[in-house]
């Protein structure tokens, strides 16, 4: 029998709108949209630009309210601060208050998050270092790198000890060295019992390291689940590469998905599983020699693309 | 432990209060007030009639004028900069309410106002005491004047004021709207009498009738200036002094109660 998931945060039918132009009228953002996310869990967001996933988070951290549906964090309105003391959120390209430092700026949100100035004290060299700028907390935010924000933010979201991190496009802007750096500290806050719910249009990032994956188009949800279960849903290929026979050749031997030369040798795809033996049978046979097989899984990349079509 | 609220509005206040203290405007404007010093300086060693009284007179107008454009200007700047930098996502995803934040930003800009009016205050009235000693005056009857205190008293107050509602306005339009209301509301404000007068002139009619309706709704912002009460150094009775210190908190808590009402519904 399967356990029912502890689910932190559901949105159940929820739409939004935002008034616009002269005579405001309401331009609907998000429809319908229901969503939950398991405890513990790395939830990935993923979505064009303009899909909706800000929107979204904004409902999710209390900041809007929603035109209709609910959002509910542990049980709490999303809007309420019970539900929002429960939650540490970064937003997408965040801009602090350029003038103060790193640690004038924790002080500030310890303040706003309901911290005591003595807990405040005790707890930013823990999140400095935990994001590895303790060497930077009285320099000016006017000083800091992109990827340093990047982590002050961070920081700011986990010192107040949430157990729900939101962050919106955390990796947005950042050079493969931060964008490495973002994605183990993400890790490292999941292995330490947080639920982390990330937006991103960068499937890579997101099939790293989430567990849960939703996809978002024009602010309707078009898929939802574990990760495990997308990566599934595809059609499983295998790359076959060898040597000492010429392309001509090789393709009398078998029918390739794909096929290319490299200065190595030559690179093929075979589509099924049925077709590896017989494949590298007849390659065996004609002299080829075998340098590797592996076997593709679908990128989430094909499977946003599906989606979205 | 303080309430909740308390550190919200204290820790919101001091970031907003170092916001402005680096804003280069802010020097400009005390630049300006110290160069219509400098002015009240000159003409008072021009004038042989009581020079003090104009050097005092001209003084608190310059406090008066760099209290009211800072106010203004950057009281309609003052939720535009949080909401456009979106700051104020960050802010408000904590358990904080929009007005409680206001109010926080609010105390921030009175912390600037007031220090501004401190330092130019201290300064007309060292430079008062200066110029009575180097004419041969007794220094304490011409600065140690109660009317001159309370003038100054509410002159910041009617600096607060501004403030308040400019940033009432700058939560339904844009810092430059903000800007022109203010000043226009001000302009108006410090002319009521004159829009009592005209109606008194025009006679029972709807356009006297606008008028005097304008003259009771509008801040009426010359209850707050002295006038020609520290020219003469007339004094202020104790019912008319806490008459206009009343009148001054009361618009000021409206002024921000409105603004708190709004905040809650505004899309940010």
Redesign the interface.
């Known amino acids: 029998m399967n356990q029912p998931q502890d689910i932190i945060a559901e949105i159940s039918g929820t739409s939004q709108s ?2 616009s132009g002269f005579w405001m009228k309401r331009i609907p953002v998000l429809h319908n949209v229901t969503l939950r996310i398991p405890r513990r869990s790395v939830f990935g967001f993923l979505g064009a630009n303009g899909a909706g996933k800000t929107t979204l988070i ?1 409902l999710l ?4 309210k929603p035109f209709e549906g609910t959002v509910r964090i542990n049980g709490h309105d999303a809007a309420t ?2 539900a ?2 429960l ?1 540490g ?1 970064l ?1 997408e390209r ?4 350029e ?2 430092t790193g640690s ?1 700026l924790l ?3 310890g ?4 911290m ?1 100035p003595e807990q405040i004290t005790a707890r930013i060299p823990e999140v400095l270092t935990s994001v590895g700028l303790l060497q930077a907390a009285g320099m000016e935010l006017r000083r800091y790198s992109k990827g340093m924000l990047q982590r002050i933010g961070i920081a ?1 979201a986990l010192l107040h000890n949430p157990e729900f991190l939101v962050l919106d496009e955390p990796m947005s802007g950042l050079d493969p060295v931060g964008r490495k750096e973002i994605r183990e500290l993400i890790l490292r806050l999941s292995h330490e019992g947080r639920t982390i719910f990330f937006s991103s249009h960068v499937i890579p990032d997101v099939e790293t390291i989430c567990d849960e994956v939703a996809l978002i188009q024009q602010g309707r949800i078009i898929t939802c689940g574990p990760i495990g279960n997308f990566l599934a849903q595809g059609d499983l290929t295998t790359e076959v590469a060898f040597s000492g026979i010429s392309l001509a050749q090789a393709e009398k031997i078998a029918t390739f998905q794909s096929i290319r030369e490299m200065p190595d040798g030559i690179r093929a795809t075979v589509g099924s599983q049925d077709a590896v033996q017989s494949t590298l049978q007849g390659l065996l046979n004609s002299g080829a020699r075998v340098l590797w097989v592996t076997p593709l899984r679908p990128s989430l990349e094909s499977l946003f693309e599906k989606g979205t079509q | 432990m303080k309430p909740h609220w308390i550190n919200v509005v204290r820790a919101t206040g001091l970031v907003t209060f170092r916001e402005i203290l680096r804003d280069k405007l802010l020097y400009n404007i005390v630049l300006f007030a110290i160069l219509v010093f400098g002015a009240a300086l000159l003409a008072a060693q021009l004038t042989h009639i009581q020079p003090e009284r104009l050097l005092i007179d001209l003084g608190l107008s310059g406090i008066a004028i760099s209290g009211g454009m800072i106010a203004i200007l950057a009281g309609s700047g003052l939720l535009h900069r949080e909401v456009e930098r979106r700051t104020i996502h960050l802010a408000l995803s904590r358990p904080v309410s929009r007005p409680i934040f206001l109010l926080g930003k609010f105390t921030g800009l009175s912390g600037i106002i007031a220090l501004n009016w401190l330092l130019l205050s201290a300064a007309l009235l060292a430079m008062t005491a200066i110029f009575a000693a180097a004419s041969g005056m007794n220094i304490g009857t011409v600065i140690f004047s109660p009317t001159l205190f309370l003038a100054l008293i509410f002159l910041l107050m009617q600096s607060l004021l501004l403030g308040s509602m400019t940033v009432f306005f700058s939560t339904f339009s844009t810092p430059s709207l903000s800007v022109i209301f203010s000043f226009g509301i001000y302009l108006v404000g410090v002319n009521t009498a004159e829009l009592r007068f005209a109606a008194e002139k025009i006679g029972p009619s709807l356009p006297a009738s606008l008028l005097n309706g304008l003259a009771l709704v509008l801040p009426s912002f010359e209850r707050f200036a002295p006038g020609t009460r520290v020219t003469y150094d007339l004094p202020f009775g104790f019912q008319e002094a806490a008459g206009i210190f009343i009148y001054g908190l009361a618009l000021i808590s409206m002024f921000l109660a409105a603004t708190g009402l709004l905040i809650r519904k505004r899309e940010i």
């Open positions: 935002f008034r904004h951290v209390g900041i809007r601060p019970e929002r003391a939650i959120y937003p965040p801009y602090f208050h003038h103060l004038q002080r500030y949100f303040a706003l998050s309901g005591s700011q």
